[in-house]
């Protein structure tokens, strides 16, 4: 896949979940993950990381959401149930972008879906847990961006691979046409003309 991604929980409570979700996001190929104003205690949280995710992925705890940094050109996607959220199998995910949960038995804060840029929802009745939501994220995100071949018409795997890329050769360009004169209008006289 093309780009990056991040994910991130505000105001989490159990580091279990917390653990779980740098473990899948770890397992989906996530550049980073992080906390915002979180209760998040990192020994609690490996005893559901099984993977270490924390050792292999750069982990940033912030504070509030005013010291909340993400990469220039990163876009923030919130996932949060609600009537106005984009839902999830109609959404275009950013090439570049962080995913922010909220917490157990509670939303994202209204001040972090302002800094959303998007904010999508789980087509459910009602919420999941928050790191099943996670993992549902990133398996959308690598379903819809990823290259995989299509799926059959008939129940079962596809009959075919999908084809490898393509590369196209070098494209040459020619400067010929900066070489040339300008071209000039009517009644442009080159002897009144001073540089």
Known sequence: MRGYFGVGVERISKSMNAGAIFRTAHAFGASFVFTVAAQYQRQMGSLADTSNALEHLPFYGFPTIADMLLPEGCRLVGVELTDESIELPSFRHPSQCAYILGPERGSLSPEMVE??????????????????????????RALSLGR??????????????????????????????FRQDPPVGDGFDPEGFST
């Not at 995989?148 to 596809?158: K, L, T």
């Open 115 to 140: 800094k959303c840029e998007f904010v999508v929802k789980i087509p459910t009745s009602f919420c999941i847990n928050v790191s099943v939501a996670a993992a549902v994220v990133m398996y959308d």
């Open 148 to 177: 995989f071949a299509e799926r059959p018409v008939r129940a079962g795997g596809p009959v075919e691979n999908r084809p490898e890329h393509q590369h196209g050769g070098p494209v040459l360009r020619s400067l010929d046409k």
